[in-house]
């Protein structure tokens, strides 16, 4: 157990929380106080360090509704694959390099291997960008936390069996393969970016759930169904 003592959230982050966090802001009362509680826990666990640039209060913020986000319908939810989160000014390239000379810094978010095993590496910028546009499908940190769900299970496949009961495994799969050929065939608003991998499918599919939920359903009737059963999500 890595839990340590636990803070009482500052008061003035709820303001900041409901003008940032729509998740945060659509909860009841009841819902909204657990997530506070949820966000100071994270924090307790976690360890946040910038390169290179200043981790300010926004930013605790903002990653830490991230982790709370997708596994909100978990009760005492902990990430044991997570010790600490390394963010850096802007994007990074496969070697985590992130000079403005270099042409290949393309990545906004990874979960870490190796060296960087139980880390995950940010771009502030894309953190930001996460929560200052409330009408996209995007939510990079969001996206990696999913990763790591996906890896409780012992293996990142895009199939979230830890958390979806097996009877659901097939169906989940049977969706996801038909979605996954309307996104590469055009025929689907889920970005292109999930018809890859399975395992960027998954983490896709799940931010537009998080961050367009009336739409998702609208849209995608199946799968927000089966994401629902996956991530346990009170009803707003």
């Known amino acids: 157990m890595k839990r340590k003592h636990v803070e009482e959230m500052p008061k003035h982050w709820h303001d900041i929380l409901v003008k940032k966090v729509l998740f945060y802001k659509n909860l009841t009362p009841e819902n909204q106080a657990v997530f506070r509680k949820r966000i100071m826990l994270f924090l307790s666990e976690i360890h946040i360090e910038g390169v290179h640039t200043e ?13 709370v986000i997708p596994v909100f319908g978990f009760s005492n939810w902990s990430y044991n694959n997570l010790t600490g989160i390394i963010v850096y000014p802007d994007s990074f390239n496969a070697d985590l390099q992130f000079s403005n000379q270099d042409e290949n810094k393309q990545i906004l978010g990874m979960v870490g291997t190796g060296r960087f095993e139980k880390q995950m590496i940010l771009s502030k910028k894309a ?22 769900l996906d890896k409780t299970d012992g293996q990142t496949d895009g199939i979230p069996a830890f958390f ?4 659901y495994i097939a169906p989940w799969l049977e969706l996801m393969h038909k979605e996954m050929e309307a996104i590469n065939n055009d025929a689907s608003d889920i970005r ?5 991998s399975e395992i960027e499918f998954f983490a896709v599919a799940s931010e537009y759930f998080f961050e367009r939920p009336k739409l998702f359903k609208q849209k995608h009737p199946e799968l927000y169904a089966m994401l629902s059963v996956c991530f346990q999500q009170p009803k707003k």
């Open 127 to 148: 953190i930001r960008l996460a929560f200052n546009n409330k009408t996209d499908k995007y939510n990079t940190p969001v996206h990696e936390f999913v990763h790591l």
């Open 55 to 67: 981790i300010e209060e926004l930013d605790k913020i903002l990653i830490a509704s991230s982790g």
């Open 192 to 196: 292109k970016y999930g018809g890859t």
């Open 164 to 167: 979806l009961g097996k009877e």
